[in-house]
């Protein structure tokens, strides 16, 4: 398991400044067997409304998941 937390300041931009922000991002993983992982992960699990350019907004909350499996 592991987080990390993105931090931004208010940032001047054209046309207009960007606000700061906080993303929280979590990701995990469980060995299911030697050949087989369960993984996950979330994205901006906070869905925390940003623009890291002025007038592109980012995507909100999104949640991912698959199985790896090692031949």
Do not use: C, H, K
């Amino acid at each position: 398991m592991s987080a990390s937390v993105i931090v931004n300041g208010r940032e001047a931009d054209f046309p207009s400044a960007n606000d700061a922000f906080v993303r929280l991002d979590l990701r995990a993983a469980w060995a299911l067997s030697e050949r087989f992982e369960l993984y996950g992960r979330v994205e901006n699990a906070t869905d925390t409304d940003y623009q890291d350019v002025s007038g592109f907004g980012e995507p909100g909350a999104a949640a991912l998941a698959g199985l790896r499996v090692r031949l």
